[in-house]
């Protein structure tokens, strides 16, 4: 795990479609600097992460429901999850839990089920000092772009993402 | 949960598409008799058991198989899966840990989670007693029935569920 020190703490702007690929991508921006980090992500993971931003309640858990219902009924909780690395351009993460209100437990994870626990859990998401200078990106017409993603979450839904 | 002597043990057969409805199923089969029980489930979780059963490793661990990560680190074994009931033509399940080797925790499942999460950790399926009466299937020419699963298993690959 990377030193603490070193994580950028950063904000979900959304998820969406990307076109011509028509694959999801998400989009997380630093919170306290303009730089943006795109991973290009599944459509089942896409999916469980824009349920989630619509407060759409399936009638019945779906798997990251299940991730959250089984770490609540072990009375663990999420701390937070990082994207810690970026190697032959494949983004890597890390799910921190913590047990018994102090012991730290580091686990492996694709960045789209850590954003899918991430805005289950309302835990921090950060990345890397190290992702950041590799992978970010400096969107020069921010609110523009951060528009475009905010009205693609107002009118999405689970078709948009070839899944019923 | 269901007096554990009202439980039946289940075989998974197979997952394979239906058609014309081209919507996955997966079959399991009462291991001391000769009933059957499909149950229609999602892309996603059909890609997640056959890609187990197909013992094809990814280079990132999938959604399912960070579960089997975390319950690991947690020392938290998979007790059984067991399918408890049907309503409304909804299939409910539940997935029953063990915490220090006593503890049993009971948190409810997708039947397709709850088989993407047997075949991982190799534990038992169950059916309760009532679901194989209400919705448990005689196939007579079962032989004949287990083959084309067999096959199609055989020929399978992530393309035919429509994931990539």
Redesign the interface.
């Known amino acids: 795990m990377k030193n603490e020190n070193d994580l950028i703490k950063m904000n979900l702007e959304g998820v969406r479609m990307e076109f011509p690929s028509q694959k999801p991508i998400i989009l997380l921006k630093e919170e306290t600097g303009n730089r943006f980090l795109p991973i290009w992500i599944?459509?089942?993971?896409a999916y469980a992460i824009a349920l989630e931003l619509a407060h759409y309640k399936t009638?019945?858990?779906?798997?990251?429901d299940?991730?959250i219902?089984?770490?609540n009924?072990?009375n663990?909780k999420v701390d937070y999850v990082c994207i810690s690395d970026i190697i032959d351009n494949?983004f890597?993460a890390i799910?921190t839990?913590v047990?018994d209100k102090q012991q730290k437990?580091n686990?492996?994870?694709?960045p789209s089920?850590a954003i899918a626990i991430a805005v289950r859990s309302k835990c921090p998401v950060f990345a890397s000092v190290e992702v950041i200078e590799n992978a970010g990106l400096t969107i020069t017409t921010i609110d523009e772009e951060v528009e475009k993603f905010r009205d693609f979450l107002d009118h999405t839904n689970p078709d948009d993402f070839?899944?019923k």
């Not at 686990?107 to 694709?110: K, L, P, Y």
Request: proline share 6%.
């Open positions: 599944g459509a089942f993971e009638p019945r858990p779906m798997t990251h299940l991730i219902d089984i770490l009924s072990l663990v494949t890597y799910l839990l047990r437990i686990i492996d994870i694709r089920d070839g899944i």
